[in-house]
């Protein structure tokens, strides 16, 4: 109780990547992943402009929803289709107005289909992963149960997510701007499966669900 808090801090970036990952918590708790999401980025937002520390706010490609175009690009409409998507949107749209409003350097980098180590087990790449490892070879194919396989993602490694943001740090020009951070590369989640069961060396047959 005897701890005093600094009433200045020496920071100069400030990376916003709080946010609720796990699809099952985000859509049935809506008011907290708007705490969350968008309370969050409010206080980080308001912690940048007292010290006038550049913030990156971190969003996702998830508020384009249903791609209307490919590739999608920066002046592509928004269209969020889950809880998290929309309150992602009401942040990136506070942190550029803090921009505009108090002249805090804010640049808003929205990741395309971050995957590697330590991702949860229910987003794609692990899933499939997980279902070959499990498999017994001498059953002959392995069986691997997906959701829809003709929609196509843009997956981009975690070190590389992480460079990407480092390179807007470095880049004066992304103050103010909205940044699609991605690797322009487009497959599909069927043809990614085939992928991981080629570099497993496991023959597949997909079920979809």
Same mark, same amino acid.
């Given at each position: 109780?005897?701890?005093?808090?600094?009433?200045?801090?020496?920071?100069?970036?400030?990376?916003?990547?709080?946010?609720?990952?796990?699809?099952?918590?985000?859509?049935?708790?809506?008011?907290?992943?708007?705490?969350?999401?968008?309370?969050? *980025?409010?206080?980080? &937002? #308001?912690?940048?402009?007292?010290? /006038?520390?550049?913030? @990156?706010? %971190?969003? $996702?490609?998830?508020?384009?929803?249903?791609?209307?175009?490919?590739?999608?690009?920066?002046?592509?409409?928004?269209?969020?289709?889950?809880?998290?998507?929309?309150?992602?949107?009401?942040?990136?749209?506070?942190?550029?107005?803090?921009?505009?409003?108090?002249?805090?350097?804010?640049?808003?980098?929205?990741?395309?289909?971050?995957?590697?180590?330590?991702?949860?087990?229910?987003?794609?790449?692990?899933?499939?992963?997980?279902?070959?490892?499990?498999?017994?070879?001498?059953?002959?194919? *392995?069986?691997?149960? &997906? #959701?829809?396989?003709?929609?196509? /993602?843009?997956?981009? @490694?975690? %070190?590389? $997510?992480?460079?990407?943001?480092?390179?807007?740090?470095?880049?004066?020009?992304?103050?103010?701007?909205?940044?699609?951070?991605?690797?322009?590369?487009?497959?599909?989640?069927?043809?990614?499966?085939?992928?991981?069961?080629?570099?497993?060396?496991?023959?597949?047959?997909?079920?979809?669900?």
């Amino acid at each position: 109780h005897d701890v005093t808090f600094p009433l200045y801090i020496e920071v100069d970036e400030i990376y916003n990547l709080a946010c609720p990952a796990s699809p099952v918590h985000y859509q049935r708790d809506p008011v907290q992943t708007t705490k969350t999401n968008v309370h969050g *980025a409010i206080n980080m &937002l #308001g912690l940048a402009k007292r010290v /006038r520390a550049k913030i @990156f706010q %971190a969003s $996702t490609s998830e508020v384009y929803g249903t791609a209307q175009y490919v590739p999608i690009d920066e002046a592509h409409p928004l269209n969020p289709q889950s809880p998290y998507a929309a309150t992602k949107v009401g942040a990136d749209q506070i942190a550029l107005s803090y921009g505009r409003s108090f002249g805090t350097p804010v640049t808003v980098v929205r990741p395309f289909n971050t995957f590697g180590p330590r991702q949860s087990a229910r987003a794609v790449i692990p899933t499939i992963i997980t279902q070959l490892a499990n498999h017994d070879r001498a059953t002959g194919p *392995a069986t691997i149960r &997906l #959701g829809a396989t003709t929609p196509t /993602r843009d997956f981009t @490694f975690v %070190a590389d $997510t992480v460079l990407g943001f480092l390179a807007a740090a470095d880049t004066p020009a992304a103050s103010g701007e909205v940044i699609n951070l991605g690797t322009n590369f487009e497959i599909s989640i069927g043809e990614t499966a085939q992928a991981i069961a080629a570099e497993m060396d496991v023959e597949i047959r997909i079920e979809t669900e």
